[in-house]
């Protein structure tokens, strides 16, 4: 049986940059320092006292939560939110996970429940948009309530930022698709950090944005930690663009080691910095009050058509 390349403990996983075997133990110290060395190189946690996490239960956050806890638990204050999006069979487990880890890491986790807080459920927005033939895919509808909510939670409860789980295929999977589809003003949101720009509107990080899928997955083996299993019932098909552009950066990778990092590192250091963007003016919503370049932001827009009985012509 392989042995680790540091102590001679039962290898755990193979990692190249040792061109060897790491133990369980190892592997976690060596995830953590990728994840500490990418949080000095961008200054992320620069000014930041209090820091809410979000929390879907997948094995990116809750990686997160357990990584920034570890590495930073006694120098900044850390919080949790988990957002119960009303997904049958999905968000109940999700939800017992993300409780089980708050359990463990003894890390105080908020609940949000979009039915019983604000009326709808992603459920309702599916089928809504299904039956009037609009092609909203419920994955839209999902990630505007994920991202105003995170960002109005800690808005309100006073947090200098919000860290999600996203990770280096997550954004590459995000980058490239803006670049297909000429998406230019959410190609440069895909950054390690994204600055405030509005008391409204908090700084947000990605910690991870340098580990893999399989390296998130293997850190929270190794750790033991409990993740959601059951895949979303709303995960687009393999056949979207996307997912099809993910799997081939995978295979590119397969054969040229290190095109990721090499992706990655140009998007970063040349691409994005070379993108100029004009700043959007931001009015404040008409019905709750946060930020946004149009008279009601998305948020209540959504909510208002899932939530009313009147005719919805004004928002559609
Ligand atoms: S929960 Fe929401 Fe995911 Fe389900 S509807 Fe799509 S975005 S797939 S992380
Ligand atoms: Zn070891
Ligand atoms: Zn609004």
Redesign the pocket.
Known sequence: MAK??????PGFVYVSEYKGY??????SRFIESKVDRCVKRFALLRGIKRLLIGLSGGKDSIALLYIMNRLYGDKIELEGLHINLGIPGYSGESQQIVDKLSSITGIKVSFINLCADYGFSIKKAADYYFKKRINRPPCSVCGTVKRYLLNKYAVEKGFDAVATGHNLDDILRFASTNIVTGDVSNLVKQVPREESTHPKIVTKIRPLCYLSNKETLNYVEANNLPIVRTTCPYKPSERKLAPMLASKIGEIEAVIPGFKSMYINNLWRKIIPSIKTEPVELNECEICGMPTSIKVCSFCKIRHILTSDQSEERFL
């Open positions: 680790c390349r540091i102590c001679g403990k790491l133990c369980k133990e190892h592997y």
